[in-house]
């Protein structure tokens, strides 16, 4: 008989929401050292050209500037702010803290640090730059035909590859072949916070950093081998921080707070705008994707063929890396004996692209589900029967990385999914003929669970119990404002059968925590609660050992509950956890302490698939997402109400990718539109009552059988609210965001 759990499955509110509801919580904006600098930076307003000559003299008579850095004075080494660890791959060097050149309108040109934000900001006004204008490319097709202007000296293609799964075979007589082109947009991650750091230099040669960051350990690295200092007097903590979306991922602004702070010899905040955050850190990448599938005549796939080209902005950073994980997700999702992927990533004079929720699985998951729709309307089949027949199956291997893909419930979810959406009575009614139109539309989505396969995967974590019986579990966690920090907390609760108040959990800390590579790649509750799960389990057994010995019970007769070891069939022979922990350092002479290292050995696939029903106006090209469900293949979900959550914002964003969310560039490289008052977002009265369907079947390796939930939630999204626009007006929309003026052109 299964255990009945007590913690994990029940809804439990995020560590510090009290804190965030009465407004206590201290962000990286409201810190403040003794002595504390400020800088400001100077952004090129051009997308690109040579600076020539930089006037800083009236900037640096200004009262209270204590420095004024360019080119000229500041590091000249190229770095790569994707970095993980010392020596990755795919990671090009092609960014310099302050440039000489500028490539898009935000590139890094000046740094002011001074006593005071307002004295920093008018001396960047007064700093006089004369630059000589270049070609400016925007998209890549721009990029890849003009032979004579290099964004950068080695050529504007970045990388190109090639991927190749199965064996081709002619095709019967029966095949045929459906192509489609698809392009996704370049987004703005929107976070509440925008991006901050803050930086001290000692005189001890000690250098720290608080960083709201997604991997203070690779912070550390980029900055510590950048400036030349040993890892030892680089100190990097996290900090709370207000949303991320995988715009947290890289170091963006942490390397320039650091020099700054190094150079000046004291501590330095460098903070952005909303502005500056959405021009000058970086953006989803902007994709374009031709598939090309040949299928039966019955709906079988025989083979699919992709062509993605991926503008990765003015400088590489992860693009490349996410390009070539883009090409090996398809093959997560469905059954294919023959599949080539050609990817290339190109330099163009546009804001940065790197990464964002879903790690290239929203592009390309995009991309492939409308284009299943087209297979679908080609044929005549409906859209659920086509999907049925090619979706993978649990246990089946992953043809790119040859490992198992898991328990993948990913039928269940179409099945379960089509009969509380309603989906045949919807789709199979007359189609409207009036003002108003409405249709629905599905979409399937697969993603990971952790990094194991293609990179090192593993996490550590120390536990330790206080003398009255508290637990302190030091990690290298980042909490990204998600709950990571109270699911973690009800990990450990239901191993050790302990309230959750008497468990802290304490995030990343380079000097004072142990090793993590950080919160991305669906990660964190497939690794690292795993870590936490068995690290928890180890104290355990310590716990019981040392009741055994006061107890003068062998291990087997004895079993926790609440907070204390009991003797099987005898309550009245108990012991606390706090008498156990006096106990064991005052006569058996031990620690309760626990350092464990999990490594990862399985990476399943996460699935979903969501059916979103809308309503498109066709006198204004307006669309409202009326109804939504999303079905996805959980595990064991840890926090009910986390993950509920998660699911609706990720929904949320999603609708906006597909409808509203551009970054729009000029000819010139200028953003158009880069505040939230222009840059639009779907708002809470437009969003539907989404629903939400989970299929908990565990059978993987997380904790519990829990899988991840934070980026899937966000992938199927798209595509399913295309379709659905698509499947009301008999259209063949693929462009996205799917903008009122999309819609009339395609419907005249």
Known sequence: MDKVLKYVGQTFPI???????????????????????????????????RVLHIDTSKAEALPGVVKVFTHLNSLTTTYSRYRIIPDQEFCKEDERLLTDKVRFVGDRVAAVVATSLQIAKEAVSLIKVDYEPLPVLTTPEQALLDDQTYIHPEGNLIHQYEFELGEQVPHEENCVTIETTISTQK?????????????????????????????????????????GLSYNNVRVVKVPMGGSFGGRQEAIIEPITAFLAKAVKGPVKLSFNREETIISTMTRPATTSRIRTTVTTEG???????????????????????????????????????????GRVVYTNTPI????????????????????????????????????KNLVHPYDLDKASQLSLGNARVIEC???????????????????????????????????????????????????????????????????????????????????????????????????????????????????????????????????????????????????????????GNDSRSLSYHEIATIAKTKDNIDLVVTHTYHGTSNPGAYAVHFAEVEVDTETGRVKVVDYLAAHDIGKAINPGMVEGQIQ????????????????????????????????????????????????????????????????????????????????????LSVLPLTPEKILASII
């Not at 803050?198 to 350990?217: D, I, P, R, V, Y």
Request: proline share 3%; with cysteine; glycine share 10%.
């Open 187 to 227: 987004v703005h991650h929107a976070a509440m916070e925008t991006h901050v750091c803050m930086a001290n230099f000692e005189s001890s040669g000690k250098l720290t950093l608080w960083a709201a960051c997604q991997g203070a350990f690779g912070v550390r690295t980029i900055v510590a081998d950048l400036l």
């Open 414 to 568: 179409l099945e379960k999914g089509i009969a509380a959406f309603g989906w045949s009575q919807r789709y199979n009614r007359e189609p409207d003929k009036g003002r108003f139109r409405r249709g629905v539309g599905l979409a399937c989505a697969a993603h990971k669970n952790g990094m194991y396969g293609g990179f090192p995967e593993h996490s550590t974590m120390t536990l330790k119990m206080n003398e009255d019986g508290s637990i302190i579990l030091n990690t290298g966690l980042h909490e990204l404002g998600c709950g990571t920090i109270t699911s973690i907390k009800q990990i450990v609760a239901e191993v050790l059968e302990l309230d959750l108040e008497k468990i802290t959990v304490l995030e990343a800390d380079t000097e004072n925590g142990p090793y993590d590579f950080g919160s991305y790649g669906s990660r964190v509750t497939y690794i690292c609660g795993a870590c936490a799960y068995e690290v928890a389990k180890i104290i355990k057994e310590k716990l019981l050992e040392c009741a055994s010995r006061s107890l003068s019970k062998p291990k087997q007769y004895l079993v926790i509950e609440r907070g204390r070891v009991r003797t099987i």
């Open 15 to 49: 560590h510090d929401a009290q804190q965030k509801v009465r407004g206590t919580l201290e962000y990286l904006s409201d810190m403040k050292l003794p002595n504390m600098l400020y800088a400001k930076l100077l952004l090129s307003p051009i997308a690109h050209g």
């Open 353 to 388: 692209a790197g990464g964002a929720r879903g790690w290239g699985a929203p592009e390309i998951m995009t991309a492939l589900e409308i284009h299943m729709d087209a297979v679908a309307k080609g044929l005549n089949i409906d859209p659920v029967g086509l999907r049925l």
């Open 300 to 342: 079988i796939l025989e083979e699919c063929k992709v062509d993605t080209v991926v503008d990765a902005g003015a400088y590489a950073t992860s693009s490349i890396d996410n390009t070539s994980v883009m090409s090996k997700k398809i093959c997560k999702l469905y059954r294919i004996p023959y599949y080539q992927h050609h």
């Open 649 to 732: 914002g990720g929904v949320q964003m999603g609708i906006g990718y597909a409808l509203y969310e551009e970054l729009k560039i000029a000819k010139d490289g200028r953003i158009i539109n880069a505040s939230f008052k222009n840059y639009h977002m779907v708002n809470a009265p437009d969003m539907p009552i989404v629903k939400t369907l989970l299929i908990e079947q565990g059978g993987d390796q997380g904790p519990f059988g829990a899988k991840s939930i934070g980026e899937i939630a966000f992938v199927p999204v798209a595509a399913a609210v295309v379709n659905a626009v698509n499947n009301a007006l008999g259209t063949s």
